[in-house]
């Protein structure tokens, strides 16, 4: 069993089917713990709120989504207390603030950031970081 800290990518793929939505739901079904910070929920919510926008799902639809979403047992972290790291991070990688606060908080507690944005992990590069992240779509 393994500890992750997930962004919201990966929670996205648990609930719409997406590249690598069934990796990312083996992945957490096979977690000891999960963790983010807590903006993973504005940018879960973001998302979902978009796709009612392009009509791809209703608007009661995203409330029921939602409520399931929050049920995911996702051990959430104040994203006040990770901002410094982050913006460190955020400097030093040239990634957005946003992607370095899911970096920050991996690296504090010292277990993998588990991502679907393969961009991230791309910039990331062979880096010092790169070893702190795993892609969702890689094998293991």
Same mark, same amino acid.
């Given at each position: 069993?393994k500890k992750f800290v997930i962004? $919201?990518?990966?929670?996205? @793929? ?9 990796? /990312?739901?083996?992945?957490? @079904? ?5 963790? /983010? ?6 940018? $879960? ?5 978009r796709r009612v926008r392009r ?7 995203? $409330? ?9 047992p996702i051990k959430t972290w ?52 790169? @070893? ?9």
């Amino acid at each position: 069993m393994k500890k992750f800290v997930i962004d $919201a990518s990966i929670l996205l @793929k648990l609930f719409f089917a997406e590249e690598h939505s069934d990796a /990312a739901v083996q992945y957490v @079904k096979g977690a000891q713990e999960l963790q /983010a910070p807590d903006l993973l929920w504005v940018e $879960a919510s973001y998302v979902v709120w978009r796709r009612v926008r392009r009509g791809e799902i209703t608007a009661p639809d995203a $409330a029921s989504l939602m409520s399931e979403m929050v049920r995911v047992p996702i051990k959430t972290w104040a994203t006040l207390d990770l901002v410094p790291a982050a913006l460190a991070l955020a400097v030093d990688t040239g990634r957005t603030l946003y992607d370095c606060l899911y970096l920050a908080l991996a690296v504090r507690e010292d277990v993998p950031l588990l991502t679907g944005d393969e961009r991230f992990v791309t910039a990331l590069g062979r880096g010092q970081w790169a @070893k702190r992240v795993c892609f969702v779509g890689s094998q293991g």
